[in-house]
């Protein structure tokens, strides 16, 4: 009997399968409920981007200590191949493209180089979601990640939002409505996923032979 074996399709579930710890996913709630706490940080006298810095390193930290703490124990390590690295090149080329691009208009801002109505005239609500959108959207397919789908809509949503939002229930409200509750779904989903993947993979004992106890 002959068996087709489709490698690139089985190296997409195993490297799909990296993200079934649900970690990856609380990541990206707590991100969020950054983004819509940010107002309070900003109250206290901490403005952006040293706020996120300050909410997002701790976040990282506990995200890598996790993958290798918990996950690898129970999954194992895993070496991709030549197309799965030229891919996270590519988003890491975006990703850097993007961190530019927004560097930029962040500069632009607080040092009023550009008038604020002729900056928002060409970067408008429309243009920054659909950059924001599409762009964490191509890096979604090519880590074949879907969760990002979501993340990226709510990024892309929550800042016209909660600009929309802020004359009506202060900057605070604003951003806990428009980041905080698709945050919170978001933490709450990888919450669910990373019980069942305790449950479903627990930990390993990989200690050789000759150092088990007789």
Known sequence: ??????????????????????????????????????????????????????????????????????????????????LRKKRRIKVLIIAVILQIIFGVLFWLTITNQVPKEQLTRYFNPVIEFMLIVLSMSIIAYWIDYPTLYFVALAIGLGWPVAEFLDPHTGSVLAGILAFGTSGLAIMIYGLVRFIRFIKLYPKQNISADYEKPE
């Open 1 to 82: 009997m002959n068996v087709k074996i489709d490698l690139k399709n089985i190296e997409k579930k195993a490297f799909s399968s990296t993200y079934s710890d649900g970690i990856t996913d609380i990541l990206w709630g707590i991100l969020l409920l950054g983004f819509g706490t940010n107002a309070i940080f900003t109250r206290l006298g901490i403005d952006r981007p040293l706020s996120l810095i300050l909410f997002a390193a701790p976040v990282i930290v506990l995200y890598l200590l996790g993958k290798k703490f918990i996950t690898s124990p129970r999954m194992g390590y895993v070496k991709f191949g030549a």
